[in-house]
C-alpha cells in the first residue's frame, strides 16, 4: 500500500528526519493561505501515486503567496498518469548544493533488507541504477542485528558523500531504517536528500510503501487507504477478496493456486516469449463463485488476450477444480482462449470432465505455457460461449 508524500513526512517528523515546513491543501485558496505563513518561497506539490510528478507538470516553484494560489489552480484537477489530483502539498521550498538518495528496500532474493545510497540524487534511482551502479553503494542487512551504526557509516562512506555531512546521513539512514521496521514498510525512501547551502540535510521527497500483508497490526497505516488512488482492476479485486496484481503491458491472464506457483508460472510463460498480465492466486480451492471472480477481474483489462490457468492439486482436488471452472465459465461470454493445466489428485478425472468444452487442457505447465502463447499470437478468438461442443488437448513434458 502506497501512502501520499505529505503522509510520509509526517512520519518523518516524527523519527526526527528532517522535512521542509508545510501542509496539504484541498483548494487553491488554502494554499495561499499556507504560502502565506510560510512567507517564503514554496514548492506546490500534486499529491498522487505516481512518479515523474514533477515531469508532468505536477510540482510548480511560487515565490508570493499569490503564485502559490495560481500553481495549486492550474494542479488541482489535473489528470496525471490516470489519476486525478484532489490536494497539494504546499512546503517550503529547498535551496539545493547537491542532492543525494538514501532508500531502504527488501531484496527478495536475498531475503534481506537492503540499504542504499547514492551521491546521485534528484533523478530515477532505477537509471542510475541500470547505467551507473557504481554510483549507488549498497548494503544488506542481517534481520537479526539491523543496521548497525559501522554499517551506517560505511555505506555513506563508500557513496562518497562528503566528510561535513556523514554525520547527518548516518543519522537519517538509521531513523530511515527504524521507521521501516516500525511500519512494516517494503520501501522507505528519500529521493532526493537534499543538501542545503548551510549544509543541512533536509528529506525533500518521502516515499513509503507498506506490506499489506502487515496492516492488520498497522491500523493508523491502512486507514490511510485509499482505493481511488490504486489501479481500477486492483482495487476491485481487492473488494473481492482476491490477491491479483496486474501487470501492465501484458496479454496473458494467469490464475493459479498458490503464490509460488503462480510466480514460477509468470516466469514460464515469459520465458516461452509472452507476456504475463497479472498475478492471481485463488489459494487452496477452485469453487465456481471463486473461479467466476477471478476471471472476471482477469478479463477486466482490455490487454488481455488469454488467459491460463495452473492448478496442482495437492489437498485441493483436480476435478472439483475443473467442475468449478466450467460451472462458472458456463455463464460467462469469454471471448479468449482458456488453457487449464492440472496436475495432482484426481488429475485424470479432472481432465476428463474438460472434455467437450472449448477449454483447452493441457499435462505440463511448460506445454500449457506454450499453447496459450501460441494462440495469443495467433490472435485465437474462442467461441462465444466456451461451452462450445468440442475441446482440444494440449500435451508435453511434465513441468
Do not use: W
Request: charged share 25%; net charge negative.
Amino acid at each position: 500500500m502506497k501512502i501520499h508524500e505529505y503522509q510520509a513526512k509526517e512520519l518523518f517528523a516524527r523519527y526526527k528526519i528532517p522535512v521542509p515546513s508545510g501542509r496539504v491543501a484541498c483548494t487553491a485558496e488554502q494554499a495561499r493561505a499556507i504560502a502565506c505563513e510560510l512567507g517564503r518561497p514554496v514548492a506546490v506539490k500534486a499529491q498522487v501515486h505516481v512518479g515523474g510528478r514533477g515531469k508532468a507538470g505536477g510540482i510548480r516553484l511560487a515565490t508570493t503567496a499569490e503564485e502559490a494560489q495560481t500553481a495549486a489552480q492550474a494542479i488541482l484537477g489535473m489528470n496525471l498518469k490516470g489519476l486525478t489530483v484532489q490536494r497539494v502539498l504546499v512546503e517550503e521550498a529547498c535551496d539545493i548544493a547537491q542532492e543525494y538518495y538514501v532508500g531502504i528496500t527488501v531484496d527478495r532474493s536475498a531475503r534481506q533488507d537492503v540499504a542504499m545510497v547514492s551521491s546521485v540524487g534528484g533523478v530515477d534511482i532505477e537509471e542510475v541504477s541500470a547505467q551507473t551502479p557504481q554510483k549507488i553503494a549498497k548494503l544488506h542487512l542481517d534481520p537479526l542485528y539491523g543496521l548497525l551504526d559501522f554499517q551506517a557509516r560505511l555505506l555513506v562512506g563508500q557513496a562518497g558523500l562528503p566528510g561535513s555531512v556523514g554525520q547527518q546521513a548516518v543519522a537519517i539512514l538509521k531513523q530511515l531504517y527504524k521507521l521501516r521496521r516500525d511500519c512494516d514498510a517494503s520501501l522507505a525512501e528519500i529521493n532526493p536528500l537534499v543538501l542545503t547551502p548551510e549544509g543541512r540535510l533536509v528529506a525533500a521527497d518521502a516515499k513509503i510503501n507498506v506490506d499489506d500483508n502487515a496492516l492488520f497490526r498497522q491500523e493508523e497505516l491502512a486507514a490511510l487507504r485509499e482505493e481511488q488512488e490504486e489501479d481500477p482492476i486492483e482495487a476491485e479485486a481487492h473488494r473481492r477478496g482476491i490477491t491479483y496484481v496486474r501487470l501492465l503491458g501484458g496479454d496473458v491472464g494467469v490464475i493459479g493456486n498458490g503464490a509460488g506457483l503462480v510466480m514460477t508460472t509468470l516466469d514460464v510463460v515469459q520465458r516461452e516469449g509472452g507476456r504475463p498480465a497479472n498475478f492471481l492466486d485463488i489459494g487452496g480451492g477452485a469453487k465456481a463463485e471463486l473461479v467466476a471472480n477471478a476471471l472476471e477481474i482477469v478479463l477486466m483489462d482490455p490487454g488481455v488476450k488469454g488467459v491460463l490457468f495452473n492448478i496442482f492439486g495437492g489437498i485441493t482436488r483436480c476435478d472439483e477444480v475443473a467442475h468449478g471452472i466450467r460451472q462458472a465459465t458456463s455463464g460467462m461470454s469469454i471471448r479468449v482462449p482458456i488453457v487449464i493445466r492440472l496436475t495432482g489428485t484426481r488429475e485424470q478425472e479432472g481432465r476428463k470432465l474438460l472434455e467437450g468444452s472449448a477449454l483447452i487442457s493441457a499435462e505440463s505447465m511448460d506445454s500449457a505455457a506454450r499453447e496459450i502463447v501460441k494462440l495469443v499470437r495467433q490472435g485465437h478468438v474462442a467461441p462465444a460461449a466456451v461451452t462450445a461442443e468440442r475441446g482440444a488437448t494440449a500435451s508435453g513434458h511434465s513441468g
